[in-house]
């Protein structure tokens, strides 16, 4: 029989984990700044001096500025399964919030399908597992590819 995992966040606090899950940034209420990972002490703005953030979802849709396969294993925060299993990285672009978030591409994307530009919607995926929990991370997903992610 096949127990079922609890899914949870492989980090914790930066994203929201719901039917329409959203990474949780944070906008100075001084200049409109939007930082991800979010920014609560000072406006790193060099000509706004604001010390007040309010969290923020960011946008769930952005397009893709750039993207490599990864070969290496990353550096912290992101954990890796063991042994390592090469993945696709992509620099997504947030109009909105006029910033660029890099993530995971979603299994199953074929790498020759990406190109810049093209719409990703934000999806959540499993980062790595133990025996009881899946622990899950943001992963970046063509639109209307299918909700392979469930
Ligand atoms: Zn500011």
């Known amino acids: 029989m096949t127990q079922l995992k609890e899914r949870v966040p492989a980090i914790e606090g930066w994203f929201t984990t719901g039917e329409a899950p959203a990474l949780l940034g944070s906008r100075c209420t001084t200049c409109g700044t939007y930082f991800f990972p979010r920014e609560d002490t000072f406006c790193r703005n060099p000509s706004c001096s604001g010390r007040e953030f309010e969290q923020v979802e960011l946008s769930r849709r952005g397009r893709v500025w750039s993207f490599t396969d990864n ?30 978030v890099l993530g995971q591409v979603a299994p199953g994307v074929d790498l020759a399908s990406l190109r810049a530009g093209l719409e990703v919607e934000l999806v959540l995926g499993t980062l790595y597992e133990d025996e009881r929990h899946e622990y899950v991370v943001w992963k970046w997903q063509p639109v209307g590819d299918g909700g392979r992610e469930g």
């Open 71 to 100: 070969r290496y294993q990353p550096p912290p925060p992101y954990v890796s399964p063991d042994p390592f299993v090469p993945y696709t990285i992509a620099a997504v672009e947030l109009a909105t919030e006029r910033m660029v």
